[in-house]
């Protein structure tokens, strides 16, 4: 009989996973089975070191109460050589009836500003994710800023991300590597119904940018933003991504901040990076954006519209250059072996200096069938009037000056609405003969059907 009180005593005092994480230092926790209800967030020692954290076999889930309050579920203020593997997180999301949020203010990080996610990491070097899955995620699913040699493999991230008072995306529900973040992996997750980007990175202005990463072999679906943003960022590699419906729901579409979605966005100022062999199907908006983007190549990648114009109310162009940073200018930029198949719009917008556009296959360009429509605007700027009917465009700017000569613009297929006659064109005052256009191969597809 004493046995089993004090049995049944022990019990009552087992180690819960708040009370293990929060004193947990270094060497291997054991989580035990079960859903755990918290109130405020765990918080790691800021000295763990050398600490795994394991879910137990049968699985761990931290679950935010409705009374929750803290900037995520598990926080790490700092440490090295952290890892957790098979933890889910629950952030209870329609419980916590969140406040509608916006973006935070151009010199606020998200870190100081985003409440609610799932794992926020600081200033930690050498963190491992690996297994871990987050669900009804009102913030961020994983959060990580100022930190070094990270390796997130295998996340699993569904129905996350909130929104802000006109009830639409505020980039939350993803994954995001914050300030300066080096030396970073994100391999094989899936992400699935997220309401802001996908993956991304992002720093300040004035702060580092992320460097030296590597996103690859993630699949994105249903994203109402961006499947992949590098934002302010060097040496990034993007390979061997899927996503599949960016831009859904279209209610939920940022229309007032202009953020039309993306399958991979470029933000800030941005080298030595390399787009390559990434696969995404139904974009309601760009394949590729190079918004910052100089000095790096987009190659072998696939973008795939098959379904009627209707479909696509934000559809753009394919891949586009813009100049937004001032610290940079778009030149030395290889565009090669792209394959773009159904448009609104363009195909490719060309601005600035020194690029190659080589070996890319455009087909069904022009899906809108402009100038002879009267369902789209034809005419977004009519001192341009061939901008939005053209397969590549050479513009003479995008948000600065920045005409398009010294490029390279050969060996491309293009198909499309109106294509035997806009194949390629160029803005007032940039000259053909400022760059090297040849052996381009350009039709109506119609005609080529008819043909065949």
Known sequence: MKILLFLAAASLFAATPETLLR???????ELPAG?????????????????EIRAAKAGTTLKAAATFRGRAL???PAGRNLRITGLTLDGNRDALQAKPLGLPPS?????????????LAENVTGLTLKGVAAVNIAGFAVLVNASS??????????DSGSLNLKK????????????GTSDFEVLQCKLINIRGNGIWTHSLYTSKRNGKGRIAGNDIVQVARDAIQVGHATQVTVEDNHGRDIGYPASEIDLEGAAFPVGIDTAGNVDQSVYQNNTFDEIDGKCIDLDGFHDGEVSGNTCRNLEDVKSYPFGNFGIIMNNTN???QSKNIRILNNTIDGTLFGGIFVIGSGHTVSGNKLSRINMSHCP??????????????????????????????????????EKNEIGGYGMSRGCIAFAPGVKKEANRIEKNDCSDEAQIAWLK
Do not use: W
């Open 149 to 158: 040699k990270v390796r997130l493999e295998a996340i699993t991230v569904r």
């Open 23 to 29: 004193t947990a230092k270094t060497g291997v926790v």
């Open 107 to 119: 010199d606020v990080m998200f870190s100081r500003f985003t409440p609610d996610n799932g794992i």
């Open 326 to 328: 001032p610290d940079m």
């Open 372 to 409: 002879d429509t009267k369902q789209f605007n034809c005419l977004y700027n009519p001192a341009q009037p061939l901008l939005l009917r053209t397969g590549i465009y050479l513009g003479s700017g995008a948000e600065r000056p920045a005409p398009a000569q010294g490029n390279t613009i």
């Open 74 to 76: 598990l926080a790490m």
């Open 35 to 51: 859903v755990f209800e918290i109130t405020r967030e765990i918080t790691l020692a800021p000295d763990a070191h050398d600490l």
């Open 168 to 179: 639409r995306n505020n980039t939350t529900g993803g994954i995001l590597l914050e300030e």
